[in-house]
């Protein structure tokens, strides 16, 4: 496997809006061959990389889209307007530069508004909506974004490169959910006596309703699953410990409950495996209970008559924007949490 932080910097600079996800997969696809059996894309564009074993079946599954947007309009002095594609808070979008992705290539622009020298003063109170900017990518017309290949339906994502900041602590675009699909990659590399069957999939258009996770996990039917994704941290301005208990640098967490219990209540004996296999190895952890968002977990946990599914997932702060962080440390233990869970998945299931 390429090293950790390497490998995190190319899936971070990658590019794959829900729906589009390719140049993603081609990248996990090269890296994953190594340390399995068999590899396949699905009807829904799923990666199934399937280590062969016995029983129990065990799904691992991280998302590979990030968040962007689409073309829905170009006006006549060239202008695009755009849908968001998963959850943007608009005040996050403002003034980004952006990739627009043409079958003939990569074309730049950037998101404009209304500059506050024309704003009327109540105006500059308020936020300015996604509906109310543009994309202005150098077209002079429309005729001009035909030629530059600028269509109704095509995609947009963030233009943002992975830095390295202090100490061990990284940046960049999509680590939602590119630093999961960075574990499970490290995970396979490091598992050793493997008795179960493990089905590592890395699953489309999470962000737009964990669709990819629904068909895969009703299409393996698998006796566990595990889901990794990152999680807010509680720890920098602006956020108290009392909506995240979380902190970066303390270890991957363990979810217990998400979405204040609409997304997943993870079972018991699912949090009983995961401590285990973390107390066992002096593996950090904190234990995570949401009231936010949910993951790939929600949907594979009510596929057929139900999968016992856990979430581990490194904190991350800045979640869904171009500039999230985490530590790399807190990445590493959770790729020894699923390694270390998976060795000894039999033993509970």
């Known amino acids: 496997m390429s090293d950790l932080k390497d490998l995190l910097e190319r899936l971070s600079n990658a590019h794959g809006v829900s729906g589009y996800e390719g140049s993603v997969r081609q990248i996990i696809e090269e890296e994953v061959r190594p340390y399995v059996d068999e590899i396949r894309t699905d009807k829904m564009g799923n990666l199934i990389a399937t280590k062969h074993g016995g029983s129990p079946v065990v799904m691992l599954a991280a998302h590979m889209?990030?968040?962007?947007?689409?073309?829905?309009?170009?006006?006549?002095?060239?202008?695009?307007?755009?849908?968001?594609?998963?959850g943007w808070f608009d005040q996050t979008l403002l003034n980004q530069r952006m990739i627009l992705h043409t079958e003939n290539g990569p074309v730049y622009g950037v998101l404009g508004s209304k500059p506050p020298h024309a704003m009327k003063e109540e105006d500059k109170n308020k936020v300015i909506k996604a509906e109310d900017m543009f994309i202005d990518f150098g077209a002079t017309s429309k005729e001009d974004a035909d030629r530059l290949a600028v269509k109704i339906g095509t995609p947009v994502t963030s233009d943002a490169e992975f830095k390295s900041l202090g100490n061990d602590r990284v940046t960049g675009k999509a680590f939602d959910n590119r630093a999961g699909c960075a574990m499970l990659i490290g995970a396979l590399s490091e598992m050793k006596d493997i008795k179960a069957t493990v089905h590592a999939v890395f699953t489309v258009q999470e962000?737009?309703?964990?669709?990819?996770?629904?068909?895969s996990a009703f299409g393996l039917n698998p006796d566990v699953a595990l889901a990794t994704d990152v999680t807010i941290t509680g720890d920098h301005p602006g956020i108290e410990k009392k909506d995240s208990a979380i902190e970066m640098g303390k270890g991957p967490a363990v979810t217990v409950s998400d979405a204040d219990g609409r997304g997943i209540i993870v079972p018991e004996p699912v949090l009983?495996?995961?401590?285990?296999?973390?107390?066992?190895?002096?593996?950090?952890?904190?234990?995570?209970?949401?009231s936010g968002g949910t993951t790939d977990a929600s949907a594979i946990h009510l596929t057929k008559e139900g999968i016992p599914t856990g979430v581990i997932s490194p904190p991350s702060r800045y979640i869904h924007t171009p500039v999230s962080v985490l530590s790399m440390s807190d990445l590493e233990n959770a790729v020894k949490l699923v390694a270390r869970a998976v060795e000894i998945v039999d033993r509970f299931f």
């Open 272 to 290: 009983k495996w995961l401590k285990e296999a973390a107390e066992s190895n002096g593996i950090p952890y904190q234990l995570d209970v949401g």
């Open 207 to 215: 962000e737009v309703g964990l669709k990819g996770a629904k068909t």
């Open 65 to 86: 889209d990030e968040i962007g947007l689409m073309i829905k309009y170009v006006d006549d002095k060239g202008f695009a307007r755009f849908t968001k594609t998963g």
